[in-house]
């Protein structure tokens, strides 16, 4: 090689390199390439969005999705992708301040506070659930009651009769099987809080704001409410829909918000994977799309298949009652949210309304 070439060939190559990404199928403009962006927590209004153009989607495939959402008594609707929002609608006089029920899509609230106390060293998940509240918690054997452990109750195999409604005290928590050998959706999981309380001698709230809510900058207007009564054990979130996207956003990041690290990445791995081996697509208050099998609540039947057939199988959800969703589909950088009022035949978590929302949330990008 010539001493021109010698030292102009860096600048050749360096060139030929700008140019070659240029071309279409290059793949270095891909959207799903650009910095993850989170919005800040600040409280104000300000968050990034993009156009379904600038992802190359299908402009003609949003007005379907959001007549059927309208059709389908939803409140709001946001898509994100990398952390902007892409699609963000409200229905039915419900607005963007307007807070509203994550019913049981909330667990995963529990489930990541669960995990702080734990990183923070209050807790083990492994240790039995009478190490912090003390025997007596439930009304069952001392000897099968101490089998009961955080993990279990994370895991919904607790083992506690699940026909019993949603009260959580001691003479409503009884013996139907022992911990581990069976999966039954339950109440019982509310515990957890108790665990946090008495582990870290602060309330549920201050805890939950202090090291979740605020961290991430969810709206302080969100309150949880306690049940009473016929509802005694009931413990449901309230916010507004941008407040769940966030915390939506935190699980796509594998816990971590803007360079903070708000939750360990191997408890949100945990818990976003299968945790026990009677319903596989069930983690820690997590859902899991994508196994060969799966168990709904008030059931003991095991369903083949996926979940959400038509969802990519990656996908892990929080699922509440009357269809409140975060879905979340890592491979696209995606999070996914609906709030509202039933939608149809419905189920404590999964109904038919999944099917057809992803089918039109695929022709979206397909």
């Known amino acids: 090689m010539s001493i021109i070439m010698k030292k102009y060939f860096p600048f050749l190559f360096m060139l030929l390199f700008i140019f070659g990404c240029a071309e279409k199928d290059c793949g270095c403009s891909s959207p799903l390439e650009e910095a993850m962006y989170f919005p800040p927590n600040d409280g104000s209004a300000t968050w990034e969005t993009k156009s379904i153009s600038d992802l190359g989607w299908n402009a003609s495939a949003v007005q379907p999705l959001l007549d059927y959402l309208q059709l389908k008594n939803s409140k709001s609707f946001m898509i994100i ?25 909330g667990k995963t609230l529990t489930s990541t506070v669960t995990g702080i106390a734990e990183q923070e060293g209050f807790i083990n998940i492994n240790n039995k659930v009478s ?4 025997t ?18 994370l895991s919904m195999n607790s083992g506690l009769d699940d026909t019993l409604g949603d009260d ?3 003479a409503n928590l009884q013996y139907i099987a022992d911990s581990g050998t069976r999966w039954a959706y339950h109440n019982v999981y509310v515990k957890l809080q108790d665990v946090v309380e008495q582990a870290t001698g602060q309330s549920w709230n201050n805890y939950f704001n202090n090291k979740l809510r605020d961290k991430i900058g969810m709206e302080t207007s969100g309150f949880w409410y306690i049940g009473t009564g016929a509802n005694l054990g009931l413990k449901i979130y309230f916010s507004t829909t941008r407040s769940m996207a966030r915390f939506g956003l935190l699980a796509l990041n594998n816990g971590k918000w803007n360079g903070n690290q708000i939750i360990n990445t191997s408890f949100i791995n945990s818990a976003t994977n299968t945790s026990q081996n009677i319903n596989l697509s069930y983690g820690y208050l997590w859902w899991l799309n994508g196994r060969l099998s799966y168990h709904l609540p008030q059931t003991q039947l095991q369903l083949n298949g996926s ?20 879905y979340v589909v890592p491979s696209k950088k995606m999070v996914i949210i609906r709030m509202g009022d039933a939608a149809g035949s419905e189920n404590l978590a999964l109904s038919d309304f999944d099917e057809t929302l992803w089918a039109k949330v695929n022709a979206l990008y397909q």
């Open 81 to 105: 992708v990398n952390g902007r929002i892409i699609i963000e609608n409200y229905f039915n006089g419900h607005t963007a301040t307007t807070l509203w029920k994550w019913n049981s899509a």
């Open 131 to 134: 190490d912090y509240l003390g």
């Open 136 to 153: 007596g918690w439930t009304s069952i054997p001392l000897a099968k009651e101490n089998l009961i452990t955080c993990k279990n109750l």
């Open 168 to 170: 959580v005290s001691p």
């Open 307 to 326: 979940l959400v057939s038509t969802a990519p199988t990656e996908m892990y959800c929080a699922l509440g009652k009357d269809d409140q969703k975060i």
